[in-house]
Nanobody, 122 residues
Framework: QVQLVQSGGGLVQAGGSLRVSCAASGRTSSTYAMGWFRQAPGKEREFVAA????????YYADSVKGRFAISRDNAKNTVSLQMNSLKPEDTAVYYC???????????????WGQGTQVTVSS
């Protein structure tokens, strides 16, 4: 059993920056690949970014490439998503996820955080 607790997010004007973080607890003796997904009302969760277990590989959705940066601290079992140059279309609930292997597909991640609201005003 792994629990993921998120923090950060909030409200920002377009062009601004926000950061969301995710801390793992419970069965954290092993290292997990981590991903960030987001979901707007009435929509499927969509991939945002992911990072491999070692932290050596990162992946980004085309819509956020160059604006968002994912990072991890394995010693602290945390992963963060730095979001810059935010746009109104980035508004969503952001979820962190943990899995055995890095993936861009939400269904491959068995563990999920509680979600954090990110709102970007125009």
């Amino acid at each position: 059993q792994v629990q993921l607790v998120q923090s950060g997010g909030g409200l920002v004007q377009a062009g601004g920056s926000l950061r969301v973080s995710c801390a793992a607890s419970g069965r954290t003796s092993s290292t997990y690949a981590m991903g960030w997904f987001r979901q707007a009302p009435g929509k499927e969760r969509e991939f945002v970014a992911a990072i491999s277990r070692s932290g050596g590989s990162t992946y980004y959705a085309d819509s956020v490439k160059g604006r968002f940066a994912i990072s991890r601290d394995n010693a602290k079992n945390t992963v963060s998503l730095q979001m810059n140059s935010l746009k109104p279309e980035d508004t969503a609930v952001y979820y962190c996820a943990a899995g055995v292997t890095v993936s861009t597909k939400s269904y491959t991640y068995p563990y999920w955080g509680q979600g954090t609201q990110v709102t970007v005003s125009s």
